[in-house]
């Protein structure tokens, strides 16, 4: 897959079937819409391109509001080789790219740049400024430039609309089983391990305190949580709590740690990733150690059941 950085770095106007959003997550929705690009593509022997940001449009249009990320911009990328795309576009969203005008865009950079001969677009996007750019308002400009366009309908899975604000909010709540289903892939953090008060160690249950890579990234909802953890190319089983730690700390931020089961080496400063599996319990301050260490075997055995 080609990866493109930047409107100025196009340099093939090979003729192209486009699509455009932020896919965010690159869930099930997404994966729908990439998919009859794909086709549309196939069927009319065009250079299937997928257009997204680096950040997401809202922290930007409205002035600086900080959205949490399902995936990174590198996260989403990686997501996206695996789907068959031959192309990606990633354009610097900022103040003065939100207030192009979706007439403009199209003829400057979807027809004069990439020579786009198919348009596929979800129900419910929108683009150019005031969000003017739909499928409605497309249809004339199709006409005028001799475009195909066509609309994926909205995707729904166990019941439950998909779209990443819903699956946000899913992950906000610790859903995170839910969450997984939706996006066609478990959801995973990627951090670097640091130094904590080692305290776990004493209670015969090391964590590895993390570091996410991507501040913005979201964190599911404080809790206890059945995970996997890649280290150096290996898979291993464990639980991971995301919060204050009250029955010693009481930190002003939530933290994430994990514990990894069977596992002895020392990897501070060295980067893991953590798969969340599904949301064991709530976070509680316990009155004892000893009180701690046994909900601790109980967390354990259920996250190795999972």
Same mark, same amino acid.
């Given at each position: 897959?080609?990866?493109?950085?930047?409107?100025?770095?196009?340099? =093939?106007?090979?003729?192209?079937? !486009?699509?455009?959003?932020?896919? %965010? #997550?690159?869930?099930?929705?997404?994966?729908?819409?990439?998919?009859?690009?794909?086709? +549309?593509?196939?069927?009319? #022997?065009?250079?299937?391109?997928?257009?997204? @940001?680096?950040?997401?449009?809202?922290?930007?249009?409205?002035?600086?509001?900080?959205? =949490?990320?399902?995936?990174?911009?590198?996260?989403? &990328?990686?997501?996206?080789?695996?789907?068959?795309?031959?192309?990606? &576009?990633?354009?610097?969203?900022?103040?003065?790219?939100?207030?192009?005008?979706?007439?403009? @865009? !199209?003829?400057? /950079?979807?027809?004069?740049?990439?020579?786009?001969?198919?348009?596929?677009?979800?129900?419910?996007?929108?683009?150019? +400024?005031?969000?003017?750019?739909?499928?409605?308002?497309?249809?004339?400009?199709?006409?005028?430039?001799?475009?195909?366009?066509?609309?994926?309908?909205?995707?729904?899975?166990?019941?439950?609309?998909?779209?990443?604000?819903?699956?946000?909010?899913?992950?906000?709540?610790? %859903?995170?089983?839910?969450?997984?289903? &939706? &996006?066609?892939?478990?959801?995973?953090?990627?951090?670097? !391990? /640091?130094?904590?008060?080692?305290?776990?160690?004493?209670?015969?249950?090391?964590?590895?305190?993390?570091?996410?890579?991507?501040?913005?990234?979201?964190?599911?909802?404080?809790?206890?949580?059945? !995970?996997?953890?890649?280290?150096?190319?290996?898979?291993? +089983?464990?639980?991971?709590?995301? #919060?204050?730690?009250?029955?010693?700390?009481?930190?002003?931020?939530?933290?994430?740690?994990?514990?990894?089961?069977?596992?002895?080496?020392?990897?501070?400063?060295?980067?893991?990733?953590? @798969?969340? +599996?599904?949301?064991?319990? =709530?976070?509680?301050? @316990?009155?004892?150690?000893? %009180?701690?260490?046994?909900?601790?075997?109980?967390?354990?055995?259920?996250?190795?059941?999972?």
């Amino acid at each position: 897959m080609e990866i493109i950085w930047g409107i100025d770095k196009i340099s =093939s106007s090979s003729p192209s079937a !486009v699509t455009i959003g932020t896919f %965010d #997550g690159v869930h099930r929705g997404h994966k729908k819409i990439i998919s009859e690009l794909l086709k +549309k593509a196939g069927q009319k #022997g065009l250079c299937s391109t997928l257009i997204t @940001f680096d950040l997401h449009p809202r922290t930007v249009i409205k002035s600086g509001k900080q959205i =949490s990320l399902i995936t990174a911009i590198e996260e989403k &990328l990686e997501l996206l080789k695996q789907t068959g795309l031959e192309r990606v &576009l990633v354009i610097h969203f900022d103040k003065k790219f939100s207030q192009i005008h979706y007439k403009d @865009f !199209v003829k400057d /950079v979807l027809i004069d740049k990439l020579n786009m001969k198919a348009c596929v677009i979800g129900y419910d996007h929108s683009f150019g +400024k005031n969000r003017e750019g739909n499928f409605s308002s497309l249809g004339p400009l199709s006409r005028q430039y001799g475009f195909s366009l066509d609309q994926v309908d909205p995707y729904e899975a166990d019941g439950q609309l998909i779209n990443s604000t819903i699956i946000r909010q899913f992950l906000a709540d610790g %859903d995170v089983a839910l969450a997984g289903r &939706l &996006l066609g892939q478990t959801f995973s953090i990627s951090g670097h !391990v /640091v130094h904590g008060s080692e305290r776990g160690r004493s209670l015969s249950y090391p964590t590895a305190n993390l570091e996410p890579l991507h501040p913005r990234k979201v964190r599911p909802g404080n809790g206890v949580y059945a !995970v996997d953890v890649e280290y150096n190319g290996a898979i291993y +089983k464990g639980m991971a709590n995301i #919060g204050f730690k009250p029955t010693f700390e009481e930190l002003d931020a939530p933290a994430v740690e994990v514990h990894i089961f069977d596992f002895n080496k020392s990897i501070y400063g060295e980067n893991i990733n953590v @798969f969340f +599996k599904k949301r064991l319990r =709530s976070e509680k301050k @316990f009155d004892s150690s000893e %009180d701690l260490i046994a909900q601790l075997e109980i967390d354990k055995e259920e996250s190795l059941k999972i």
